[in-house]
Structures are given as structure tokens and as C-alpha cells.
């Protein structure tokens, strides 16, 4: 986890200079009191040694302690500007390297984090590493140096009388230890309740309807009441307890002052005429006492940030450090001049990692050329992921995918991608005009005939040419402007628009109406001659279909066509009877 | 528009480009109308108004505490000096009038100053962080229990994620804000009141330097906030910006790579990294080196106030002259000056983020709630079902009739059927059945009983509602079950459960009835959840049920067995189902044939063909394509 300040690498010598810069600044600060000691001393002639009181002096005094504090205002500036650099330069090498990793995720990486849990990391995260680096760059220089200078400092003015500063410095962190003693381990506590408050909310929020069907409006109140209650009380006791830190501070410091006031005057100030601890050194010694009180407070400061700017750090190098299941082999089998399209499975098993049963088993099937393939099967059989491994989102456990022959492990994943059309069960689109979603691939007929084509045996032609802008409409993020039959049709025209060699339907006729299902077919049956494999639930969808398999709990218990199963398989005349005597009109 | 666009939605959308990201630091939000907001926002406060009051008095307090300690110890020093030049032991100290301590005892009152200010300190927060987290807790409680009078209309217009925002966000906004905006307030502006008094009064020379590099310095703050936000806003678009695409790619990442988009994804990305580096450089820079500007003019004020005290310390004139530990003094309060106005400035930012949360919560607050309830509402005794729709027409928008002119009388017992295309509106019905939306004209009336004339909870007790979107929260499967009914036994749950044919699997599961579903129910199959939800209306038992049939998600077996249960439901009692299966089309008494919001055609099943008209199309499109 540490390694996440190799991507500080690249700065290192900002770095430096930041940190030679702030040490510079630190010392400058710290000449301040010494100054006004000499002015008081020798300008004013409150001394031991008879020194006459000199206006000269004064000024003199005074434009060095300008000038220290012009050099020291214009370093704060160009280290300043130097940190936000660093500070924004690691974060975007970050996001970058972080964006790119999950680029090359295949789905078992992105199911194991969650794309919700991926996309904080990649902005929060990140953006908090970048507002505490920001600061720590500054500060772990700063506050340690401005601490122990002005201890320094101050032991030079008076050594015995320094020991005051040591007690309260202890008195400090005491307090500061007991008060995040008390309070640190609730935080977590405090982030869990926010969490539950949330969720409530959203609960009902989604749930509006059954809400007031139920009339449970009491029984919400009540589940948010607890959560609410509960979040009141600990933060009540948190920030009470907090609270006390700068009121303290401020007491320690005060009383700190007057009392090296008062053991000066007692024992240490000789009233005598005779050499002895000045007045002047005492004004110095209780700046710089002050100035510790004040350092020790932020260094504290800086101890609360760091462990949480290592939480942040650790869930960005998980991202970075997770290894990728699958990689493009090291010397790829080019594909074919001519790729025909036909996919061979065999003794295909696939078990998730942490399962104990396989999802698929013994998967041994051909799909020729330009023929459509359909799977069919109950829920949980296992359709979806046998559509995925083809795409190779999930690598097999046992068994090979081939493809004219080829296996799909020894392919360059772009090249495999390229003979693809996909069309996942719910509809996917991005943010752009329609035209940028139907072209969507990187196939090399981009132009608009192509896409005016697609959008046709798609069936969404007339929908998009019936709005204002036709191809330049613009779809929100998710494509959440357009209603989820929509969305299908316009990811079934993407993949047309890619012209590939094979086409893989999950499930993508189930949130079209009956009839515009029936007319997809019909063209897509007339105008596409590619290989097609369709899972579907309907078994009119796939009845003409050339080969049919049928799975049962991961196996394979038929294939064949449609009358072939209707004769001979158990599990299909199951299916068939079941839908045919309750055919779906909406 | 279609169903699934007026159903609320889940998405966490949010409209602004800079809603989806996180908020660049500081960035300020203004609110539109900051001094109703702040007026709003006062007469919440009133049940706390003598917290407030205590606490502003205990801030007083504390800053008058806060500003003798200096001066205290100046004297102190003072004395020390003198002695000191004088070669003589220190005397008493004058204090004021005839005020007179020894070293000691001034030291050991000195002491006690400061103790005192840090405890009225400390007791001014601590009131007032009671007060903000009781402000915050009933604000929660207000806005959830609104959530729920709101008129599902209200929902129609905004997003799901804006709504969420108001009562989780903005509150949380208030929550941090509030008791360190108003402590802020009480304590700089009794500070400041007391360290320019007090400065004045020592020596009106060094006071004047100090105020006018204060104001310098305010002056300074005021030119840098301006400056960065522009920055600030311009690095929040590009959050924005990053989090919608970064959503998107990540969400979807099996499209994107299939179709070899990354390329073209990436430079997006690419193109909005940059622009965020921009503009966080310029933002953080600025916002950086404020304080340090600040503290330079701070530390410029400090030696102005050596150089020019020393001077008039050694003047002779005794009108200008000072102390020599007066000169200490006057360092401290220039920091003492300068604090509070930071503050102030500060909170002027920080009151402006308070008030934009609170404008957002106040609108939801303030919206119309579902109409009150009339004093003189009818409920049905013996419920049986009988159903009249008598020219009923409506409208989601003014402009566009959906129903129009509506009639239909439902016998007790019947099953009513809605069919249609996807998208045409079937949901509608249901909608207005229950009084999610008022009709426009003409009547509902349920047993000779106007749906009007009845409180809508008593009406939406009469039906058992089962929907699509299946509606399940963190809790046991029996807590899930048992939703809406009251002080239901474990027997009667189960007994719902097998009626709904859901026994069997809820016993595989670990814990059985206990087993604690997460947030949706996402831990069991969608048809499982399906079937709770199918229980929960067995369980309610309620006179009249509204059915959506469509499982298409769902593996036949499990079909199979909702589709028993469901039949299992209606039995005995009037039913309106929107249904998907032929079967309980060819059964039902009426079907009501519905396109684009209206219903174009009922009668029953044969009838309907005969007619052959929209339905006898919709029917027969099932048979071709083979």
C-alpha cells in the first residue's frame, strides 16, 4: 500500500524543492521573535548592558523583519503553486492508471469490486488523496520543524525555564490523546448509521406505492426514527467531546504564558543591574512557547489525516494491484483471411470462484456458420454465462471455445471483440447522439447509410426519425431518456451497425412487445446471414431457430430443433407446454 | 410518455453536471433566495431561541475573557521592564482605579481569566451542538414522514436522486454547518467588538495600524474567494463530467469492450482528466495561499506594531506613550483581530452552503401535500366489490387526456383483465383505483360509495396490490411478509406463505423466516421475491386485488407456482390483473384493451374477437411468424 507514492515518482524533484522551500519558510518564520527580542533589547535598551535606546535600531530591526517576511510570503507562494501541482499531477497520473486498469477488468474483476464501489474509488478516492497530499506535503515539513525549531529556540533563550514548555506540551497531548481516545472508534459507528439513514430513505423512496398501499407510514417513520435517534446522541457525544480540544489549547497556552512570566520575574530576572535573562528574551520565550503549543496542535492534526488518507490509498492500490484474469497471450494466432463464423464448444465447465457447484458442465456443442443457435433453459440453468464465456468476459474453468477452429484463449481479445456483435439483456447506451450509439464500434463503415440501415432492421427507424433531431437526439447518461424497449432496439441496431461474424442476442427480445419482437426476426432472419445465437425465454422466439439446446441446471439435457425436443426432450416439452397455454399478449 | 417514465424512477440521475461528482472544496453554492431561506430557517429554530440566547450570551462572555488575558499579561511584562531597567524588585501592579495586585495574585487572576473564557467557551458550543443535533433529528423525521404525503405527482417531475439528496445530503450539510456557523458568528463578532474597544483604549495609534492592515487583509480574502470561483465552479463541471462518464464506462464495461469503444472512451476520458488537472491546479493554488497571504499580512501588521509601539514607547509624550508590555499585548490581539475575521468571512461562505441545503429541504417541506382529508368521509361496512367507473376522464398533464370518457361496471368477484402493447398505459388504471392520482371528472365509486368520499387509507385498504417491480427492504423475510398487516403470529405468516406456494423455499434458507434480506432482496431470486411479495398480499387479506402479472424474468418452474398462488388470490374476490397470460385473459369476465393511455375496447374474450377490432389484431399477431 505504500506503493501508491511511487506515482510521487515522477515529481520528485518538486517534491524537493517543496519540502527545502517549507523547511526555508519554517525557519524564517521562527527568526521573527528573535527579532523583536533584539528590538526590545537593543532598540529600546531594556538590557542589562547599558545600550542607549536607538530609533535607528528600530527601523533597522524592523526592515529586516520585513524583508524575512517578504522572502518567506514569496517562498509560501512558489512552493504553493508547486504543491497544487504535485497534488493534481499525482492525481491525474492516478485516475489514469486506475481508469486504465479497470479498462482491461474482465468481469470477474468487476464483479468482485462492484462498479459502484469502482467508480468512488476512481473520484473520491482519489480526490481525497489528492486534498490531504495537497496539505501533508506542506504541513509533515512545516509542523515538525516550526515545533522543534521554536523548541529549539526557546531552550536557547532559557533552557530551565523551557521545561514549563515541556509540561505543557505533555498537558497537550494528554488531552488530545483521551479525547480521540474517546471519540475516533465511533466514528465508523457514526459513517454505519449515515449508511442506514440512507437506505431507509432510498427504501422508501423506490417504494412509495407499496407504501401507501400498506399504509405503513407509520412503521417508515418508525425505522427512520431509530436510525435518527441514534445518530443524534453519538453525535451529540462526539461533538461535545471535541469540542474541547481548542478551548483547552487555548488555556494551556495562556496559562503558559504567564506563568514563564512569573518564574521569569521570580527566579530567573535579576533586578540587579547584573547580567541575567532578559525581558526582551522573555517576550521571545513565550512567543515561541505559544508557537510549540500551536505546532504540537497541528501535528496531531496531521496524525488524523494520515490514517485516513491511507484508507483511501489502500482501496485505490486493491484496483491497481488486482490481478487480471484475463491477458492476451503473448504471441497471439492471428485470425483467418476469411472468417467463417462457427463456434465449437468443448466439455466447456464453468464454476464461479467461491462457488462449490458449477455453473455450466460438459458444454459440447457446434454452431455452423451463418445458422442461428438458441439456448433455452429456467433461470439459474445457466444461459447468460454460456453466452458471456464466448466474448471470454469469464474465463472456463475446463474445456475449450473455439472459432473456425481457433481457440478463443490463443486469440488478441480485440481481434475475438471484433468478430462480435453483442446485445446484453438490458439495454446499455452512453451518453451521445443516437448516431454515436448505433456507431458505436470501431468497425470501419461509420457512415450514415450503415447506421440508417441498422436502425431499420432494429426496428427503431421510425421512432428516431419522428423526433426533432432524428440521428443528432442526444441520449442521456444510461440512456435513461428513452424507454427500455427503445434502449434494446438501439443496442440490437449497434450491433448490426458492426456487421460482425457472429451475433450474441441474451435475452434482448424480452423488453420488446410481441409484435416488434416478431418483425426483428422477420429482418433480422432476411437482412443478416451471420451466425446467431439467441438465448431467449419465449419459445416462440427461437422455434425456427436452426439448433436448439436446452440446459437444465448448468447440463445439457437436448438438442436439436424445435420438433425434434418437442418429441424427444422432457425438460423442453415442459417449457413449451407451459408458455404455449399462457402466451404473452403484452 | 410511457409507464416505466411517470413510475419513479431508481436511478440516482442527477440533472446537473455537477450533481454526479464530488464537490470541489469549497465550492460555493448559492442559494436563490437567501434571506427567505434564512427567515425559514430562523422560525425553525425558534423552540431552541433561548439555547441560542444562552449561548450567545456565554459567547460574550468568553471573548470579553479572551481579550483581558493579553492585556493581563502585558501589564504583567510591563511591570517586569520597568523593574528591570529601573534595577529594582517588581512592586504591585495598577490594574484600574484603585486596583492594585501583587505579581502572584495578578498571575494567579491572569490564570483564572483564561480558564474562566475556555469554559464559557466550551459551554457555548456545547449548547449549541445540542441544538443543531436536535434541529437535524426532526428535520429527518419531517422530511421522511413527507416523503410519504407528497402526491406521487409531485415525484413525476423530479429525479429520484435529487429527492434522496435533500433528505440525506442536504441534511447532513446542515447538520455540519450549523452549530459552526452560529458559533462562529456569536464568538468574532463579540471578539472583534471587545479587541477593538480594547485596543482603542490602550493606545488609539497602534489600534489604528492594526485595523487598517486588518482590513487590508479582509480586503485580500475578499479578492481571493472571488478569484477561485470561478476556478472552484469550473473544477466541480469537470467532477461532474468525470463521474457521468466514468458511470457510464464502468456500468458499461462488457458494451464498451466488446465493441472496442475504449479507444474512443478513453480519450473522453483523457480530454476530461485534463480539464479537471486544469482547473484543480488553478483552485487549489488559490485557495492555498490565501491563509499564507493572509498570515503574511498578519506577520506585517505584527512588526509594524513592534516597530511603531517601540516608537512610542520611547516617546516622551505622554498622550501616545504605552507600556513596553503593551507591545506584547497588541501582538496577541492582532491575531486575536485577525481570527475573527477570517471567521466571518468564512462563514459567510459557510452560510451560504447552510443555505442552499436548507432552500432544498424547505421546498420539499413546502410542497403540496396529497389533499387533506374532508371531516365527513364514508367508509363501506361489508365490502363486496362491486366496482362503477361512470365517465371518467384524466389527464397526467393538463394537455393530454389519457382516459376520456370511461365507463365499465365490475360485478363482485369479477376478474378484470387490462391488456395492451408495451408502454400503453395499463398502470394507469391502477393508479387511479388507488388514488395515486385523482381523476379529472366523472366517478369511482366502490360499493355505491365515491372513492372521493372515502380517506384514502381506508380506500387503499380495500385492494392487496401486487406489482412488477418488486418492492422488498432490509429486514427478516417474515418482517417482509408481514409488512402492512398488523400484529400478524408467526403461524398466520406461514400460513400465507404456503398459500403463495413460498413455504418451501423460505425453509432452504438459512434462518428460514429469519433470514435477513439486503437492501431490494437482491440476496434471493427474483422470482422468490416475487412470491414475498405475492404473500404479503395473501397476508394482508384485503376484499379487491390489483395484480401485475409479469414475470418475464423467471424461470418457468417458479412461473408455474406464482401463477398458482396468484390464482389462489383471486379467488372470491374482485380482481383487476394486467395480464400476460392467455389463459387468464380467456378467463376473465371483462378485459379492458388498452393503447396509448386509453382504453379502446372491453367485453370478454369472444366477443372481443368477434368485434375484430384492435384486440382480435393483438391476439391473432401471436400465431404468425411460424
Known amino acids: 500500500m505504500k506503493n501508491i507514492f511511487r506515482f510521487l515518482k515522477p515529481y520528485r524533484v518538486g517534491v524537493i524543492i517543496v519540502f527545502v522551500l517549507v523547511a526555508l519558510r519554517a525557519v524564517l518564520d521562527l527568526l521573527l521573535p528573535t527579532l523583536l527580542n533584539d528590538m526590545i533589547s537593543k532598540g ?339 444461459k447468460s454465462t454460456l453466452i458471456n464465456l464466448i466474448p471470454r468476459f469469464y474465463e472456463i474453468t475446463e474445456g475449450s471455445i473455439a472459432i473456425d477452429g481457433i481457440d478463443i484463449k490463443t486469440i488478441a481479445q480485440n481481434d475475438l471483440y471484433s468478430l462480435l456483435g453483442y446485445v446484453p439483456q438490458k439495454g446499455i447506451l452512453f451518453s451521445g447522439t443516437i448516431r454515436e450509439n448505433i456507431l458505436f464500434s470501431d468497425s470501419e463503415d461509420q457512415s450514415d447509410e450503415n447506421m440508417i440501415k441498422a436502425a431499420e432492421i432494429a426496428q427503431a427507424k421510425n421512432f428516431i426519425e419522428s423526433l426533432d433531431d432524428k440521428y443528432d437526439y442526444h441520449i442521456a447518461q444510461g440512456g435513461a431518456n428513452v424507454s427500455g424497449g427503445q434502449r434494446q432496439r438501439f443496442s440490437i441496431a449497434r450491433a448490426i451497425a458492426k456487421n460482425p461474424l457472429i451475433y450474441l442476442f441474451d435475452d434482448s427480445f424480452s423488453a420488446l412487445d410481441y409484435e416488434t419482437d416478431r418483425n426483428l426476426r422477420r429482418m433480422l432472419n432476411r437482412h443478416v446471414t451471420a451466425t446467431k445465437i439467441i438465448v431467449a425465454q419465449r419459445i416462440n422466439t427461437i422455434r425456427n431457430a436452426d439448433q436448439i439446446i436446452v440446459l437444465d441446471h448448468g447440463k445439457m439435457v437436448g438438442i436439436g430443433t424445435h420438433d425434434e425436443l418437442m418429441n424427444t426432450c422432457g425438460v423442453y416439452q415442459e417449457i413449451a407446454k407451459s408458455q404455449l397455454s399462457k402466451e404473452e399478449l403484452a | 410518455m410511457t409507464d416505466k417514465q411517470k413510475n419513479t424512477s431508481q436511478r440516482t440521475q442527477r440533472n446537473v453536471p455537477f450533481g454526479g461528482g464530488p464537490r470541489g472544496m469549497n465550492y460555493l453554492e448559492k442559494s436563490r433566495d437567501f434571506k427567505g431561506t434564512m427567515k425559514k430557517l430562523g422560525a425553525y429554530l425558534k423552540p431552541f431561541y433561548i439555547q441560542i440566547i444562552a449561548s450567545a450570551f456565554f459567547a460574550v462572555a468568553a471573548s470579553l475573557l479572551t481579550v483581558l488575558g493579553p492585556w493581563l499579561l502585558g501589564l504583567i511584562t510591563s511591570e517586569i521592564s520597568n523593574a528591570f531597567i529601573g534595577t529594582r524588585p517588581i512592586g504591585t501592579i495598577h490594574l484600574i482605579g484603585s486596583l492594585n495586585f501583587s505579581l502572584g495574585t495578578l498571575a494567579l487572576i491572569t490564570i483564572g481569566v483564561h480558564f474562566l473564557g475556555a469554559f464559557f467557551n466550551y459551554i457555548q458550543a456545547f449548547l449549541l451542538i445540542g441544538m443543531t443535533q436536535s434541529l437535524t433529528y426532526s428535520m429527518r423525521r419531517d422530511l421522511s414522514s413527507k416523503l410519504n404525503k407528497l402526491p406521487l405527482k409531485f415525484y413525476d417531475d423530479q429525479s429520484f436522486g435529487d429527492v434522496l439528496g435533500r433528505v440525506t445530503n442536504d441534511v447532513e450539510t446542515i447538520n455540519g454547518t450549523l452549530t459552526q456557523s452560529l458559533s462562529e458568528i456569536f464568538r468574532a463578532v463579540a471578539l472583534l467588538t471587545f479587541v477593538i474597544t480594547m485596543m482603542f483604549i490602550l493606545s488609539p495609534i497602534l489600534a489604528g495600524v492594526v485595523l487598517f492592515m486588518t482590513l487590508l487583509s479582509f480586503l485580500v480574502a475578499r479578492q481571493f474567494v472571488k478569484l477561485s470561483q470561478g476556478y472552484f465552479r469550473k473544477q466541480a463541471y469537470s467532477y461532474g463530467e468525470l463521474n457521468g462518464h466514468i458511470e457510464e464506462t464502468y456500468s458499461g464495461h462488457s458494451v464498451v469492450k466488446v465493441f472496442n469503444h475504449q479507444a474512443k472512451s478513453f480519450t473522453e476520458f483523457d480530454r476530461i482528466n485534463n480539464d479537471l488537472y486544469q482547473s484543480s491546479v488553478k483552485s487549489q493554488f488559490i485557495s492555498g495561499i490565501m491563509f499564507p497571504v493572509q498570515f503574511f499580512i498578519g506577520n506585517l501588521s505584527y512588526i509594524l506594531v513592534a516597530a511603531i509601539g517601540a516608537l512610542l514607547y520611547l516617546s516622551d509624550n505622554p498622550l501616545i506613550t504605552i507600556q513596553v508590555g503593551i507591545i506584547l499585548t497588541f501582538i496577541q490581539y492582532t491575531r486575536q483581530v485577525n481570527q475573527p475575521i477570517q471567521s466571518i468571512g468564512n462563514i459567510a461562505n459557510v452560510l451560504q452552503s447552510t443555505a442552499a441545503a436548507s432552500e432544498r429541504i424547505f421546498e420539499l417541506l413546502g410542497a403540496d401535500e396529497e389533499t387533506a382529508e374532508r371531516e365527513d368521509l364514508k367508509t363501506i361496512a361489508n365490502v363486496k366489490g362491486h366496482v362503477v367507473f361512470k365517465d371518467v ?234
Not at chain 1, 61 to 90: H, R
Not at chain 1, 364 to 374: D, H
Not at chain 2, 408 to 417: M, N
Not at chain 2, 586 to 609: M, R, S, T, Y
Open chain 2, 393 to 626: 376522464h384524466f389527464g397526467y398533464n393538463k394537455d393530454v387526456k389519457v382516459i376520456k370518457g370511461f365507463n365499465a361496471e365490475i360485478k363482485p368477484g369479477q376478474k378484470v383483465a387490462i391488456v395492451g402493447p408495451t408502454g400503453a398505459g395499463k398502470t394507469t388504471l391502477v393508479n387511479l383505483l388507488m388514488r395515486f392520482y385523482e381523476i379529472d371528472s366523472g366517478s369511482i365509486k366502490i360499493d355505491g360509495v365515491d372513492i372521493r368520499d372515502m380517506k384514502r387509507a381506508d380506500l387503499r385498504s380495500l385492494f392487496g396490490m401486487v406489482l412488477q417491480d418488486t418492492w422488498l427492504f432490509e429486514g427478516t423475510i417474515f418482517e417482509n411478509i408481514s409488512y402492512g398487516s398488523t400484529n400478524r403470529q408467526r403461524d398466520e405468516v406461514v400460513a400465507a406463505a404456503k398459500s403463495a406456494q413460498t413455504h418451501y423455499f423460505i425453509e432452504a434458507l438459512p434462518g428460514t423466516y429469519d433470514f435477513i434480506l439486503n437492501e431490494n432482496g437482491t440476496n434471493i431470486s427474483q422470482g422468490q421475491r416475487q412470491l414475498i411479495t405475492i404473500s404479503r398480499a395473501m397476508l394482508a387479506d384485503r376484499p379487491m386485488l390489483i395484480l401485475d402479472e409479469a414475470t418475464s424474468s423467471v424461470d418457468t418452474r417458479t412461473e408455474f407456482l406464482i401463477q398458482e398462488a396468484m390464482q389462489r388470490l383471486m379467488q372470491d374476490r374482485t380482481s383487476f390483473v394486467i395480464a400476460h397470460r392467455l389463459s387468464t385473459i380467456k378467463d376473465a369476465d371483462v378485459i379492458f384493451v388498452i393503447n396509448e393511455g386509453n382504453i379502446v375496447e372491453q367485453g370478454n374474450h369472444e366477443g372481443l374477437l368477434k368485434q375484430n377490432g384492435f384486440y382480435s389484431k393483438l391476439y391473432y399477431s401471436q400465431f404468425e411468424g411460424n
Open chain 1, 44 to 382: 529600546l535598551g531594556i538590557s542589562s548592558t547599558s545600550v542607549e535606546p536607538s530609533i535607528r535600531m528600530i527601523w533597522f530591526i524592523a526592515s529586516i523583519m520585513i524583508a524575512v517576511i517578504l522572502i518567506s510570503i514569496i517562498v509560501t507562494i512558489v512552493s504553493g503553486y508547486l504543491e497544487s501541482k504535485i497534488a493534481a499531477g499525482f492525481a491525474l497520473d492516478l485516475r489514469k492508471a486506475v481508469y486504465q486498469k479497470i479498462e482491461q477488468f474482465s468481469m470477474r474483476e468487476m464483479d468482485h469490486f462492484t462498479t459502484s464501489s469502482l467508480i468512488t474509488r476512481t473520484t473520491n478516492d482519489i480526490q481525497q488523496l489528492q486534498s490531504y497530499l495537497n496539505m501533508l506535503l506542506r504541513m509533515i515539513i512545516l509542523q515538525p520543524i516550526l515545533a522543534i525549531g521554536a523548541i529549539a529556540f526557546s531552550i536557547a533563550q532559557q533552557p530551565t525555564l523551557s521545561l514549563v514548555l515541556t509540561a505543557s506540551v505533555i498537558a497537550l497531548l494528554i488531552m488530545l490523546g483521551i479525547i480521540f481516545a474517546l471519540t475516533i472508534p465511533k466514528f465508523q459507528i457514526m459513517q454505519k448509521l449515515v449508511d442506514r439513514l440512507n437506505l431507509v430513505t432510498r427504501e422508501n423512496l423506490s417504494g412509495l406505492r407499496v407504501v401507501r398501499a400498506y399504509n405503513t407510514q407509520e412503521y417508515q417513520a418508525q425505522r427512520i426514527d431509530e436510525a435518527a435517534l441514534e445518530s443524534k446522541k453519538l453525535n451529540i457525544f462526539v461533538n461535545r467531546i471535541t469540542g474541547l480540544m481548542w478551548p483547552i489549547m487555548n488555556l494551556i497556552m495562556g496559562a503558559t504564558g504567564i506563568i514563564l512570566a512569573y518564574l521569569a520575574a521570580k527566579y530567573f530576572i535579576k533586578f540587579d543591574g547584573s547580567p541575567s535573562f532578559e525581558p526582551g528574551e522573555l517576550f521571545a520565550l513565550i512567543q515561541y512557547a505559544m508557537r510549540t503549543i500551536m505546532s504540537f496542535m497541528f501535528l496531531t492534526m496531521i496524525f488524523i489525516m494520515i490514517p485516513r488518507a491511507r484508507v483511501s490509498a489502500i482501496r485505490i492500490m486493491e484496483v491497481l494491484d488486482m490481478d487480471v484474469e484475463i491477458e492476451d497471450p503473448i504471441d497471439p494466432v492471428p485470425l483467418l483471411e476469411k472468417m467463417k463464423g462457427e463456434i465449437t464448444f468443448e466439455n466447456v465447465t464453468f464454476i464461479y470462484p467461491n462457488a462449490n457447484a458449477p455453473v455450466l458442465s460438459n458444454i459440447s456443442f457446434t454452431v455452423k456458420a451463418g445458422k442461428t443457435t438458441a439456448i433455452i433453459g429456467s433461470t439459474g440453468s445457466g
